[in-house]
């Protein structure tokens, strides 16, 4: 079925979006607050709108936060209108968000892409997104030319909460292999003879082996019980020290070492020591 979208932001995201929607024969109406972005999508049948108060029902939002959104959207009537929301910005950004839009007659649903430019319209790729399950479902299908629909909740700021929660994992992961392979090349090594083991480790953890450490830790966390008899959080944040001693003897950056160590050795003097390192989340949490 085709429908009419207006993509209101065209940078590397947004323009992928509009493309994307084009392709899959929908009805695509662009507006970037910048002229000019938008030749390469009137030449695939883009309609440029010269205001975003020329938007259809359905607007897809892909600017750099939503403080643009407050910017773009400020003197247009949004009655009838379903914005969806796939910009960066904090889940208390976003629920104060939807009640501007619901102030100005409109829905607001919002979403936290997972995937860069290239990924979207290619199979694999989701969103998640939250607000109102009535009317996302609405508009899912056009929706679905962009990523598969993954749905989190009602309450708007979920999306965010999901989606950064995603980046901290996948940037705090990806640092950690950059130590691990500045400490192999400041033996004389290349990364290539750390690579096997890293893809072990993370592909371990991610499993249901025995290093199947997310699933296990997840239990524990729902459980609030941390079994530490085989190995205790203190073993593990003495160790922990051995590790930034390491990072140090081989003149490297230590901040992100350094964090880790300080959180394990709070979490044992907070009353954790003998317990697994999962009861670190007690002292993350503040429980
Ligand atoms: P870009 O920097 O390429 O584009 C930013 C867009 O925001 C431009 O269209 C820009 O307009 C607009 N903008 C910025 N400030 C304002 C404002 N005050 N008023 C109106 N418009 C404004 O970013 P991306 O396209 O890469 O990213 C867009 C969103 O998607 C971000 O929130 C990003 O975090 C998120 N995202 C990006 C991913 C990626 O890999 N690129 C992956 C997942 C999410 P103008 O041209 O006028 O400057």
Redesign the pocket.
Known sequence: MTTHVTVI??????SAMAETFLKAGHQVTVW???AG?AGALVALGAHEAASPAEAGELMVI????Y??MY??LAGVDLTGKVLVN???DTPSKLREAADWVAGKGGVLITG??M???PGIGQPGAYTFYSGSSDVLSRHEEALKALTDVTYIGADPGLAMLFYQAQLFMFWSGLTSFMYASALAESAGLPVSAMLPYAQETYGGLAGDGPMGFLKHLAAEFEARVYPGEPNSLHMQAVGMQHVVHTFEDAGLDLTVPVALKDLFARADAEGHGAESLGAVIESISKR
Do not use: E
Request: glycine share 16%.
């Open positions: 932001g065209l940078g590397a995201m947004g970037n607050r910048t972005k892909s600017q750099i936060d403080q643009a910017d773009s796939l910009s960066s936290g892409i995937v860069p430019p």
